[in-house]
């Protein structure tokens, strides 16, 4: 897909990576020479991912404070290094309006969204990056600074995943680089539910004209991991196909010609 971009040998942590944008990431990184470490819940679906990228991979969830622990003693003990994590599994779940949502749901959700990315930072800092140094990207959302329809518990998660996105920045430089992607609509499993029944509609709407691909995303992964992001860190890269832009077509609006 690209260069080596510099990540040839170096040993990276995908959460995720079974399906969708981490499994595209994890793709990326393995045929830009780096040795990977893949984490899903689904055991077989690990198994397959990391026979196919002739990585490492351990199955489970990663709001479990052992499994984060194992997953990233994984790739030291296999890999002898831990160069680069991508915190990219999350839930959207509860999903609903937020007078209806399960306390317990909403807990499991911050445990996954948020909690799980600061533990497994905190591990790979302390087993490699304190030392050698590293890169970590998180992936939030480009509707994280917005409201919108029974996505209150998953845009209030990705928030607070921004902010420990660049509260992390500012506390492990220089030798550590964090920052963000934040994808608009993509075509993956999670958000089947919004594209499916919208797609030529939202494409529409889009000042590039289409919804994402995993692809899209984890190239704006891939680089932030790279040297050639190496005077980045506490960024947020918006890869939305400018769904933050798209009210400037809303031409109706001014009764502009052509509307
Ligand atoms: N798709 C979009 O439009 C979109 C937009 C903005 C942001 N994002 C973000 O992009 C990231 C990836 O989402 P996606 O759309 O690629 O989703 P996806 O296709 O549904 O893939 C999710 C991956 O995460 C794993 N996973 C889910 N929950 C997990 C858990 N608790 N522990 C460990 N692994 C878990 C899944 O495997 P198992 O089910 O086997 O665990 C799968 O490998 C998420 O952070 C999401 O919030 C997506």
């Known amino acids: 897909m690209t260069s080596s971009y510099g990540l040839r040998g170096r040993a990276v942590v995908v959460t995720g990576a079974t399906r969708g944008i981490g499994l595209a990431s994890a793709r990326a990184f ?33 709001g479990d404070p052992s499994h984060a622990r194992a997953l990233t003693d994984l790739c030291l003990e296999t890999f002898g290094r831990l160069d680069v994590l991508v915190n990219n599994a999350a839930t959207n779940q509860p999903f609903g309006p937020l007078m209806d949502a399960d306390p317990e749901v909403w807990r499991e959700a911050f445990t996954v969204n948020v909690e799980a990315p600061l533990r497994l930072v905190q591990y790979a800092w302390r087993g490699w990056m304190r030392e050698h140094g590293g890169a970590v990207v998180t992936v939030c959302t480009e509707g994280a600074g917005h409201v919108g329809p029974g996505v209150g518990a998953y845009g209030t998660g990705k928030a607070a995943l921004l902010h420990l996105t660049q509260q992390l920045a500012g506390e492990l430089g220089p030798g550590v680089r964090v920052n963000s992607v934040s994808p608009g609509l993509v075509r993956t499993e999670m958000a089947r539910f919004v594209w499916e029944p919208g797609e030529s509609e939202i494409a529409a709407g889009l000042p590039l004209g289409r919804i994402g691909e995993p692809q899209d995303v984890a190239r704006a992964v891939l680089w932030l991991c790279s040297d ?20 400037a077509r809303t031409r109706d609006a001014y009764h502009l010609p052509g509307a």
Not at 30 to 55: I, N, P, T, Y
């Open 30 to 62: 393995a045929e830009a020479g780096a040795l990977v470490c893949v984490s899903a819940r689904d055991a077989d679906q690990v198994r397959r991912v990391a026979g196919e990228l002739g990585g490492v991979g351990l199955a489970g969830n990663v």
């Open 228 to 247: 050639e992001a190496e005077w980045v860190t506490g960024a947020d890269l918006l890869v939305d196909g400018g769904t933050r832009v798209r009210a």
